[in-house]
């Protein structure tokens, strides 16, 4: 499983930026697909999660009404649609794909891509 984040960038404070996660060798059922960041000195949090079927979405109370998950379960892609972005959501930004393997849960990342929010 390879997964591969893109779209981040250097953005002033209240744009958008559109993060991309895309996984290969995908021959597993994808079980949820989410967006963590981690911020210099700071432990990585989780920033939104979506479900198998796209039906269900949970957001972390600090992206809330800002930030959008999306995804595609026939081509194994993830979008996430940040608007009206703040300083303090600078930070690396990291694609998960959890997946059923054998009977088990197994989570592959991203190598992660950069977020920087000027003020």
């Known amino acids: 499983v390879h997964v591969v984040e893109s779209g981040g960038g250097l953005v002033q404070v209240g744009g958008s930026l559109r993060l991309f996660c895309a996984a290969s060798?995908?021959?597993?059922?994808?079980?949820?697909m989410g967006w963590y960041r981690q911020a210099p000195g700071k432990q990585r949090e989780l920033v939104a999660i979506?479900?198998?079927?796209?039906?269900?979405?949970t957001y972390a109370d600090f992206v809330k009404g800002r930030f959008t998950i999306s995804r595609d379960n026939a081509k194994n892609t993830m979008d996430l649609q940040m608007n009206s972005l703040k300083p303090e959501d600078t930070a690396v930004y990291y694609c998960?794909?959890?997946?059923?393997?054998?009977?088990?849960?197994?989570?592959?990342w991203g190598q992660g891509t950069q977020v920087t929010v000027s003020p």
């Open positions: 979506i479900t198998g079927g796209g039906g269900t979405t």
């Open positions: 998960m794909i959890n997946f059923w393997r054998g009977g088990g849960l197994f989570d592959a």
């Open positions: 060798g995908m021959t597993f059922s994808i079980n949820e």
